[in-house]
């Protein structure tokens, strides 16, 4: 079963976190882990449903909106996406049709009929400097009063925990190294692989991929409306300020504003990272990744 525990650095700062099996989550994900694991493995599956898989801070509620609007044909900023990893199973067979979910978990842990070749996959990945530093920015966004149970830690002290892998979800590059085995052994045709920097380079071929690969058949016209509401400033400017009715980001942010888009650059984490963390950064980073089929650009 899982365990609540307090991940430390030397200094005392500290990640509060479920831990089971030898991986981290975060302390919403439902219950003892185990057994919500178990029932999103024998969860039911549609064929029109799409799951889509980020690391933590890759883009996933700008990818959610644009499946959002090719799936639903409506140009609506909905939010959140319902999670996998903070739903239960019961409320997430409820929904109506087409169900868009999300999950910070790997391909492994989806329902077994996703695996088996069921549903629609939408992966993204990004560079992991920037996702760093817009995990701990991210972090400072919450008030303090909530979050004092869940996080506390300064951006020296995530860069350890970060580069050691004692973080929500584990390491990036474990995360990396098992989507690396799922492009080498799934046999299905139901996963569709995009890189963040990429889709800032051109969302409009991004926007027709997924539309092809969804099947949604839209027009030109209203592909070009979905890329331009689902431009980075747009995003910035507008989602802010749209909730789910379940969603507790309002509550408990500084500003009262969805926190999830900031600056969406590539190359920001110029501005953070020291000379030393950069050069240590690259040093794992090439040894880690020298077997990879990933690629990432860290400059625009």
Not at 10 to 37: A, E, P, S, W
Not at 92 to 121: I, N, Y
Not at 154 to 165: A, C, K, R, V
Request: glycine share 4%.
């Amino acid at each position: 079963m899982a365990e609540v525990v307090d991940v430390r650095d030397d200094k005392g700062n500290f990640i509060k976190m479920k831990k089971y099996d030898g991986r981290y989550y975060v302390t919403n994900f439902i219950g003892n882990v185990k057994d919500h694991l178990a029932a999103i493995d024998a969860m039911s599956v549609r064929d029109d449903d799409t799951f889509i898989l980020t690391y933590p801070k890759s883009g996933t509620h700008w990818v959610y909106t644009i499946v959002s609007m090719l799936r639903t044909k409506e140009i609506i900023y909905r939010g959140s996406p319902m999670f996998l990893d903070y739903s239960d199973v019961e409320t997430l067979d409820k929904l109506p049709s087409p169900r868009v979910f999300a999950t910070h978990m790997t391909f492994d842990f989806l329902p077994k009929q996703v695996k088996e070749g069921k549903g629609k996959v939408v992966a993204i990945f990004r560079n992991p400097k920037d996702v760093f530093t817009s995990l701990q920015i991210f972090s400072m966004k919450w008030d303090t009063a909530y979050m004092e149970t869940i996080i506390k830690i300064t951006w020296e002290s995530l860069y350890e925990l970060f580069m050691d892998g004692r973080i929500f979800y584990g390491s990036w590059f474990d995360y990396m190294q098992s989507w690396d085995k799922v492009r080498r052994e799934h046999k299905g045709n139901n996963i569709q692989y995009l890189i963040y920097e990429d889709m800032k380079q051109d969302l409009m071929l991004h926007v027709r991929k997924l539309d092809s690969f969804l099947g949604t058949s839209s027009d030109t016209e209203f592909l070009e409306t979905v890329t331009d509401k689902c431009t980075f400033r747009n995003m910035a400017e507008k989602a802010t300020k749209n909730f789910t009715p379940s969603e507790q980001w309002k509550k408990h942010t500084n500003n009262k504003t969805l926190p999830i888009y900031r600056k969406g650059e590539i190359g920001d984490w110029k501005n953070y990272f020291t000379v030393a963390q950069n050069e240590h950064f690259d040093k794992v980073y090439m040894e880690r990744m020298k077997n990879s089929t990933f690629t990432f650009r860290f400059e625009g």
